[in-house]
Every structure is written in C-alpha cells, then in structure tokens.
C-alpha cells in the first residue's frame, strides 16, 4: 500500500508563509503527476498546483505568484512553499499521487490524510 504523508502547516499570520510537504512510501514503482488540492469551511475541493514528474507545473490563478510547487524525485516528495499567504486560503490542504503500476498497468489516485493551514488576518 502507498502512503501520503503531509507536513507543514500551521497558524500564521496574513502575509506570511508556509512550506508544505508530502513524502509518499510504500510499494511505488512509478508517480506521475504530484498535486496539492484545498478544502475549505463550506466550499468543495479545489486544485491548487499540480506538477508533473518532468516537472511541469500548473497553478490555480488565486495561488499564482504566491505559492511555487516542486518535487524531489528521488525522495518521493512534493513541496508546497506559499507565501504572501491570505485569510482566504484557509484550508485543509491534501496531497495528491497519481501512482503507476505495471502488472496490472494502470494508474491510480493516492491522497494524504490532510494538514489545517489557517492564515489569521
């Protein structure tokens, strides 16, 4: 089984920043793309940043230029650095693993259990 571990969040203030992790372990043959989604009070899980494993990235436009999304392929991590951090991106943060497997071949989703970032104003 693969497991999604998240570290990093925290309380900070309105203009500050966090940095995010999420280490995966397990049986892993292969990540594809790696992602951080949000939920937040009352609103449905949104995409924050995906990266792919080559390293391209993609970014919600209320995150853009706040928060950079990499990687560490050999660690099986993805990082999420958010700075300029709002009230408005109180969440739960979650990690996201699109998982590879070759016999039978296939990909599949693996999340992490979520970590509380709350941005007081």
């Known amino acids: 089984q693969v497991q999604l571990v998240e570290s990093g969040g925290g309380l900070v203030q309105a203009g500050g920043s966090l940095r995010l992790s999420c280490a995966a372990s397990?049986?892993?043959?292969?990540?594809?793309?790696m992602g951080w989604y949000r939920r937040a009070p009352g609103k449905l899980r949104e995409l924050v940043a995906v990266i792919t494993s080559g390293g391209n990235t993609n970014y919600a436009d209320s995150v853009k230029g706040r928060f950079t999304i990499s990687r560490d392929n050999a660690k099986k991590t993805v990082y999420l650095q958010m700075n300029s951090l709002k009230p408005e991106d109180t969440a739960v943060y979650y990690c996201?693993?699109?998982?590879?497997?070759?016999?039978?071949?296939?990909?599949?989703?693996?999340w992490g259990q979520g970590t509380q970032v709350t941005v007081s104003s």
């Open positions: 996201n693993a699109k998982i590879q497997e070759i016999f039978p071949p296939r990909e599949y989703n693996s």
């Open positions: 397990g049986n892993i043959f292969g990540i594809n793309d």
